[in-house]
């Protein structure tokens, strides 16, 4: 099957770091960009971040810029997110999305609370 | 940055009836516009793209329509099944914002 599969969502302290994975199946990873896209519970979407096939190219938004980090690994067909400096605002359900955003992971939940 | 907005933010319609979506951004993105539907608990669905083409699998019913700063998405005949809250975005620049949503309700 066609499928992204998130991870790595839990609670964690305010200030406080979290590591999120995105493993891809049934494609081929290495040709497409990819993206992360948040939810805060009740909210609507937030585009967080995004990366080309050999990340020559990245983007935040700026409410995240300068803590998170976007990264992948085509021979591993895994896409991460490394969030530092975690803020209660960063509360929020994270979905994996591939580039066109035509095919979105369940999403993890990241939890920044005291 | 890019605004988007959406009108209505809720509605409540009955089965058969046709629903009309707008959203509209701050400035022209010409075509590059997606509609996504979510259930609740569910991730985003993409619905349309490139403000008219539908996803390969998305029923008929559903369509899309404008370029500029403004676009529709049009549900010809309500379905039980389309209970869930839409989401218009752009794809023209970053950050590629979405839409506050619009919550439909099946009467």
């Known amino acids: 099957d066609v499928q992204l599969v998130e991870s790595g969502g839990g609670l964690v302290q305010p200030g406080g770091s979290l590591r999120l994975s995105c493993a891809a199946s049934?494609?081929?990873?290495?040709?497409?960009?990819m993206n992360w896209v948040r939810q805060a519970p009740g909210k609507g979407l937030e585009w967080v971040s995004y990366?080309?096939?050999?990340?020559?190219?990245?983007y935040y938004a700026d409410s995240v810029k300068g803590r998170f980090t976007i990264s992948r690994d085509n021979a591993k067909n895994s896409l991460f997110l490394q969030m530092n400096s975690l803020r209660a605002e960063d509360t929020a359900v994270y979905y994996c999305?591939?580039?066109?955003?035509?095919?979105w992971g369940q999403g993890t939940m990241v939890t920044v609370s005291s | 940055d890019i605004q988007m907005t959406q009108s209505p933010s809720s509605l409540s319609a009955s089965v058969g009836d046709r629903v009309t979506i707008t959203c509209r951004a701050s400035q022209s993105i010409s075509t590059y516009l997606n509609w996504y539907q979510q259930k609740p608990g569910k991730a985003p669905k993409l619905l349309i793209y490139?403000?008219?083409t539908l996803q390969s699998g998305v029923p008929s019913r559903f369509s899309g329509s404008g370029s500029g700063t403004d676009s529709t998405l049009t549900i010809r005949s309500l379905q039980p099944e389309d209970l869930a809250t839409y989401y218009c975005?752009?794809?023209?620049?970053?950050?590629?914002?979405f839409g506050p949503g619009t919550k439909l309700e099946i009467k």
């Open positions: 999305a591939r580039g066109s955003f035509d095919l």
């Open positions: 049934g494609f081929t990873f290495s040709t497409y960009s």
């Open positions: 975005q752009q794809s023209y620049s970053t950050p590629y914002t």
């Open positions: 490139a403000a008219s």
């Open positions: 990366i080309t096939t050999i990340s020559g190219t990245i």
